[in-house]
């Protein structure tokens, strides 16, 4: 399996690029921002974009969908419960003192337990709503990789504090849907540094 991350845009979001050695099919998560860094991986890897895919619809994380959907000429895949945020991204950078561009709207909606498959590999949507409502993360469970977006990171969980953010509905989104996953997964976050599921289970502090 083809997987690659980059850091892109002024937040510092993992951008996953994930393909099918074989067949060469792919998909680009959370594109914030720094396409032409992200389009290097996908032409070193001769990958045909299949998907683009938002874990969720803050700004950091679909700054970069236009132009994504523009280079790649793929589909843009995110929870219709977050749907309407990608219209206002622009909007919503400048309330933090930063350039945004909005986002085209979706072509497609990810939904709890929609699979989708690139090459030899299939990707499972788990919904888990909490730092935003439609929060999703994406799991590979073949692969044993599961990519958290902001609801889950090392050692910590996602803020809540913003709107449509719940703390108790984050918790249980994560003990439901990725405690239940085998310990040996390993997660791949929004921010900073991958962890596993048996890790955070056993050392998060929020739990």
Sequence with gaps: MI??????????????????ATSHEGVVIDPGGDVERIAEIVQRHNLKILY????????DHVGGNLQAVRQFGAPLLIH????????RAAEVAGMYGMQGENSPAPDSFLADNRE????????????????TQ???????????????????FADSIGRTDLPGGSHEQLLASIKSKLFSL?????????????????????HNPYF
């Excluded at 219709?80 to 219209?87: C, I, P, V, Y």
Aim: glycine share 14%; net charge negative; hydrophobic share 30%.
């Design 52 to 59: 683009i895919i938002n874990t969720h619809g803050h700004f």
């Design 116 to 131: 989708l498959v690139f090459g030899t590999h299939r990707m499972k949507v788990l919904h888990t709503p909490g730092h």
């Design 80 to 87: 219709e419960s977050d749907a309407a945020m990608l219209g």
């Design 134 to 152: 439609g929060g999703c993360c994406l799991y590979l469970e073949d692969d044993k990789k599961v990519i958290t977006g902001d609801t889950l």
């Design 182 to 202: 085998p310990d040996e997964v390993t997660a791949y976050p929004g921010h900073g540094p991958k962890t596993t599921i048996g890790h955070e289970k056993r």
């Design 3 to 20: 997987f690659e991350t980059v850091e892109v845009g002024p937040l510092g979001v993992n951008s996953y690029i994930l393909g099918c």
